[in-house]
């Protein structure tokens, strides 16, 4: 009984969050070859030192030290951006030591790269199809917010996964019972 019921829900499961799937999964695949395949970033150095701050930058992180949010502050008093212009700051490393990424609410959604001491090594804008893509994958869209949706797709993708190995296992253990007769 149990195991009809496990099979059923299973089934529909799977049934009901194959969109979603779906769609995290192209939008995923997109995220992760998006500068291999689809697209170049437009970037603009602003800096002629950008390669001699990337090497700072990598010394400072091996060396654990690290400038804090006044570099954008530093940064905004160059006159490229203003404050208010701020939709967020990410302080990261992709392989390059640490820099502040200020992404602005400007109609380009502009994204900046600061350094910790403060100076503008670049700034550069997604195209459009990366930033639609990225918020669809993320469950944002203009004017709806469906993260929980997504949410619902991962708890009933562990669920399948789960139920998936447990039927396996329930058929695997009824083939060798028949063999074995």
Known sequence: MLYKVARKLHLYIGIILTITMLILCLTGFYLNHQHDWFH?????????????????????????????????????AAGLFQIEQINSVNYASHGLGYFYYVHLNDKNQTIIVVTEDGQIAKSYRDPLIKRWMRNLHI??????????????????????????????????????????Y
């Open 40 to 76: 170049k970033q437009s970037i603009q150095y602003q800096n002629t030192e950008y390669n001699k701050m990337i090497d700072r930058a990598i010394s400072l992180e091996k060396n654990h030290e690290r400038r804090l949010p006044e570099a954008v502050q530093e940064a905004e």
């Open 139 to 180: 469950g944002i869209t203009d004017s709806v917010n469906f993260v929980v949706i997504n949410d619902i797709t991962a708890i009933g993708m562990i669920y399948l996964t789960i139920s998936g190995w447990v039927l396996f296992m329930k058929i695997l253990k009824a083939k060798r019972k028949r063999r074995s």
